[in-house]
T-cell receptor, first 116, second 118 residues
Framework: EPEVTQTPSHQVTQMGQEVILRCVPISNHLYFYWYRQILGQKVEFLVSFYNNEISEKSEIFDDQFSVERPDGSNFTLKIRSTKLEDSAMYFC??????????????FGPGTRLLVL | AQTVTQSQPEMSVQEAETVTLSCTYDTSENNYYLFWYKQPPSRQMILVIRQEAYKQQNATENRFSVNFQKAAKSFSLKISDSQLGDTAMYFCAFMKRRSGGGADGLTFGKGTHLIIQP
């Protein structure tokens, strides 16, 4: 069964460093998403992406964040200058449609980011 | 903006029992989807069940079923014949249905930690 994959599974970085989190969505999916979950808290939506551009973004997704689909398979989240409060689990998800059809988002296993 | 409320931070039942997790939501939208996701200790988010708001019939998936009350904005999850492997965090989530292109994110509740005791 096809699945969303994410790399790395864990990343430790120093405050102020740039990190890139990578995702490979399910191959026939057209819509891509990033979410984060701070330990012990609920999952929060960051951004959705369709047709090579951002579709929606939350208040969390400020100028420090960017997303890109550099090729036909990868979908990345970049944090330019990490802060301590960026420490969280980051989930990538993908879906075949964006909410006007049968809609289910399938999640990857997550990347656990720790900022020191 | 939508909000999703799960009022039970933790629940514990014996194996083979039936358990119901509650979820309420607030929205001005008329067309939307509701989901239950399971997050085991591995922290992977796994879809349990989905409900389209325009469908009156409650969704079922094997041992999992929902009680969807649109007027009351309630969406509870019932797990029958609970198993040890059902131990996990369960998140209720909302997504509005679009009329065209683009994509919205899911709005999640804070979750219910379900423990199945042997």
């Amino acid at each position: 069964e096809p699945e969303v994959t994410q790399t790395p599974s864990h990343q430790v970085t120093q405050m102020g460093q740039e990190v890139i989190l990578r995702c490979v969505p399910i191959s026939n999916h057209l819509y891509f998403y990033w979410y984060r979950q701070i330990l012990g808290q609920k999952v929060e939506f960051l951004v959705s992406f369709y047709n090579n551009e951002i579709s929606e973004k939350s208040e969390i997704f400020d100028d420090q964040f960017s997303v890109e689909r550099p090729d036909g398979s990868n979908f990345t989240l970049k944090i330019r200058s990490t802060k301590l409060e960026d420490s969280a689990m980051y989930f990538c998800a993908s879906s075949t449609s964006g909410g006007w059809g049968v809609e289910t988002q399938y999640f990857g296993p997550g990347t656990r980011l720790l900022v020191l | 903006a939508q909000t999703v409320t799960q009022s039970q931070p933790e629940m514990s039942v014996q194996e083979a029992e039936t358990v119901t997790l509650s979820c309420t939501y607030d929205t001005s939208e008329n067309n939307y989807y509701l989901f239950w996701y399971k997050q085991p200790p591995s922290r992977q988010m796994i879809l349990v069940i989905r409900q389209e708001a325009y469908k009156q019939q409650n969704a079922t998936e094997n041992r999992f079923s929902v009680n969807f009350q649109k007027a009351a904005k309630s969406f509870s999850l019932k797990i029958s014949d609970s198993q040890l492997g059902d131990t996990a965090m369960y998140f209720c989530a909302f997504m509005k249905r679009r009329s065209g292109g683009g994509a919205d994110g899911l709005t999640f509740g804070k979750g219910t930690h379900l423990i199945i005791q042997p």
